[in-house]
């Protein structure tokens, strides 16, 4: 019988792509780093979100919701109350908060930062991973976030212009991705590489993203 200590063998990394939401629970198997819902949103919401940009008004906000259980609702009254007149409001916050609370069935999180934000510029340019559990990230109008397939860059070059490949893949408007980060238990060093898409002058993004903060 052989002394030799058994190989811990790693789960390919890989990601899981769907048409419904069920895709999200993708998430929660070893290995997979990206569950993306290619869904399409309702006409009002993209009306809503393009009439925000029009606009050209800044737009960051951020806040925690609490969840005393899975059936408690998100209290986002005061969420972009700025926007509050313009037709859509309502429907856009109604959407947000069905993903807040898919995102914390999904986890059993009781604790959610949300932050909404237009953007004219990329935030994050370089591909590089997230330092969380997990977090969503949906672009409610214009161009969406690039990530990258295992093996297309080498991860100990993350940061260098240089080592970035032409080549990527790009979620679409509307799409909504839960990406696992290098704080997920037994994902160190497999987080999702990705990257905010470059902007033309006069382009903009508004954008929605959910952290599990306990």
Request: glycine share 8%; net charge negative; proline share 5%.
């Amino acid at each position: 019988m052989s002394l030799a200590p058994a190989l811990q063998t790693r789960p390919l990394v890989r990601q899981a792509i769907g048409q419904t939401p069920e895709v999200f629970t993708r998430i929660l198997e070893d290995g997979t780093n990206l569950a993306l819902w290619q869904r399409r949103l309702p006409l009002h919401i993209v009306d809503f979100a393009t009439l925000l940009l029009s606009l050209n008004q800044p737009l960051a906000e951020s806040l925690v919701v609490e969840l005393a259980n899975d059936e408690a609702q998100p209290d986002l009254r005061s969420l972009a109350a700025c926007c509050s007149d313009l037709e859509g409001y309502e429907g856009f916050i109604a959407d947000v908060a069905w993903l807040i609370s898919a995102f914390a069935c999904l986890l059993g999180a009781r604790r959610i930062g949300v932050r909404v934000r237009t953007l004219d510029k990329a935030m994050c340019p370089r591909f590089h991973v997230d330092h969380v559990p997990v977090r969503l990230i949906t672009t409610y109008a214009g161009v969406g976030s690039q990530w990258l397939e295992e093996g297309m860059i080498d991860r100990q070059l993350l940061g260098n212009p240089q080592a970035e490949p032409g080549q990527y893949q790009q979620m679409l408007g509307g799409e909504v991705a839960l990406l696992k980060g290098e704080k997920w238990q037994g994902n160190e060093g497999a987080g999702l590489i990705h990257r905010s898409p470059a902007l033309a002058a006069g382009e903009r993004r508004l954008i929605l993203t959910l952290d599990w903060l306990a």
